[in-house]
């Protein structure tokens, strides 16, 4: 049976609580422990071995994800995210599309809000809530290409 690896990072919640956010690959476990904000002192991350048929229902983060966080966050650090593309992308940064679906905050919702889909390959990476137009999107990513 071949089995698969899924790689966490605990966080700081601020009010004592902690919490994990999952990852594609080691590497980029390490690096989200390595650069957080608010660490704890030691490597707090890990692995989870899986059998090949287990379904994984939460998130896992891919380096595209956490790229487009890193850009798309309150306060973006451009030194951080420099890094960030040496480390994963050092050929350049993959080219990005975009898309304007609508979403509801919840089922009982009825406003929709507009949202810009960020997609690599036609599958879905991101959505970004309409903050920012969406040429300006594009805009802000490419400016973060070093090719």
Not at 29 to 53: F, P, R, V, Y
Not at 86 to 101: L, M, N, R, V, Y
Not at 115 to 132: E, G
């Amino acid at each position: 049976m071949k089995t698969k690896y899924i790689y966490y990072s605990v966080h700081n919640g601020g009010d004592g609580s902690a919490y994990p956010y999952f990852y594609e690959s080691y590497e980029l476990c390490e690096w989200d422990q390595e650069h957080m904000d608010e660490g704890w002192g030691e490597n707090c991350s890990g692995t989870i071995e899986l059998a090949e048929k287990v379904e994984v229902i939460t998130d896992i983060t891919t380096k595209e994800q956490y790229l487009l966080d890193l850009i798309f966050e309150y306060d973006p650090d451009e030194k951080l995210i420099k890094e960030f593309i040496e480390d994963f992308f050092p050929k350049g940064i993959p080219k990005f599309t975009i898309a304007e679906s609508k979403k509801k905050i919840n089922k009982d919702s009825k406003k929709e809000y507009k949202y810009v889909d960020v997609l690599l390959k036609k599958k879905k990476i991101q959505d970004i809530f309409m903050k920012i137009t969406d040429e300006n999107i594009l805009k802000t990513i490419k400016r973060f290409d070093c090719k």
